[in-house]
């Protein structure tokens, strides 16, 4: 039977030590003893439960295998992990867990099976890009399964069926995007947000449509990032502001950036009224809601809010800045994204440049 006592110390300087002594006992006789210091009790005591478990059923925390959908279920129960998550990402999980893979059990999942689901998603319409976005989460989670949930899982396969599904055609990368609005269709969406900025029922917050679209054009801001400013991160000596938590692919928090608010944006930010902390305090998802039936109404196809932040660094390209310059602005760490868009710009200029 395996037991624990805490005994507490206390160091030269006046610090508190807690040494955890762990034995088990056969027949009176201690046939095992270890112990471990740690800084604060809480610890100790975790830590002796821990290994008293474990000692008591050496097997319990062996690696189990288990369907996929139960390792599902186990990752949306995660807090830790499910409310850092996109929402793409978990709306892709939730619906893997109610499809054929799902019953898989995690060490036995093979390159077969992976083909297997990509043909169904296929024949149902889903395009390259999104299977993809299948594959790419799902492999997210089964890296995540040992080390998170003591579960096996063949998450290596993936290195295998990648390449495969992509000769096949059932998986690529999605194409990036070169719409830009025409000056035409931006002048029609500013007639149709005003009218919609204006015409609010009764109880509806008033959305500045308008300061908002003008704003996220000029800072080449995603919408989350507008609607997340705060007032005390505005430099008004400056006319900068602190952007918090920028989108990385390699940092999800703590990406924080100073950016400039050129032209007007900056007068924008400063004549809205201070009500609270937030510069605009307003859902990024009705401000992105109100676009939509805006543009919808219009008739203006593929274009969505996001095509504005391109838009913006596209005429900074086109006011002669450079793609370190635009970085700055626009908060890229990968500078080959802005080259796309420069090099998309200006390869007819390229004639001038011979001909002078």
């Not at 096996?152 to 290195?159: K, V």
Request: net charge positive; proline share 3%; aromatic share 8%.
């Amino acid at each position: 039977m395996a037991s624990f006592s805490i005994k507490k110390r206390t160091l030269k300087n006046g610090e508190s030590r807690f040494t955890v002594d762990v034995v088990v006992k056969k027949n009176s006789a201690i046939i095992h003893r270890e112990s471990k210091t740690f800084r604060k009790k809480e610890y100790a005591r975790t830590h002796a439960l821990k290994r008293v478990r474990e000692l008591e059923n050496p097997y319990s925390e062996q690696q189990k295998s288990v369907p996929i959908y139960v390792l599902l279920d186990q990752f949306m129960e995660e807090s830790d992990l499910w409310d850092k998550t996109g929402r793409t990402k978990q709306y892709v999980i939730k619906m893997l867990r109610d499809c054929d893979i799902g019953n898989v059990e995690t060490d036995q999942l093979k390159t077969s099976d992976l083909i297997q689901h990509c043909k169904h998603r296929k024949a149902a319409g889903a395009g390259g890009a999104t299977i993809y976005h299948d594959v790419a989460y799902l492999r997210s989670v089964m890296k995540k399964a040992k080390p998170v949930f003591n579960i096996r899982a063949n998450f290596q396969i993936f290195e295998e069926a990648v390449p495969v599904l992509s000769d096949m055609g059932l998986i690529c990368k999605s194409q990036k995007r070169t719409r830009r609005p025409t000056s035409e269709e931006l002048a029609d969406l500013r007639i149709g947000l005003e009218e919609r900025q204006n015409t609010r029922a009764n109880g509806q917050i008033r959305i500045p449509f308008i300061d908002i679209l003008d704003f996220s054009i000029l800072t080449c801001m995603r919408i989350g990032e507008v609607c997340a400013l705060r007032w005390e991160d505005i430099n008004e000596e400056h006319r900068t502001v602190w952007v918090r938590d920028r989108k990385d692919p390699r940092k999800k928090q703590g990406n924080h950036m100073i950016v400039p608010l050129l032209a007007e944006s900056f007068d924008i930010a400063m004549r809205q009224p201070k009500h609270g902390e937030l510069i605009f305090p307003y859902n990024s998802r009705s401000v992105t809601a109100g676009f939509q039936r805006v543009r919808n109404s219009l008739g203006i196809e593929d274009l969505r809010y996001h095509d504005l932040r391109r838009e913006g660094a596209s005429r900074l390209f086109e006011k002669g800045y450079s793609i370190e310059e635009v970085a700055q602005v626009t908060g890229h760490r990968n500078l080959n994204i802005l080259w796309q868009v420069y090099t998309q710009l200006f390869p007819h200029k390229l004639h001038n440049k011979l001909n002078s």
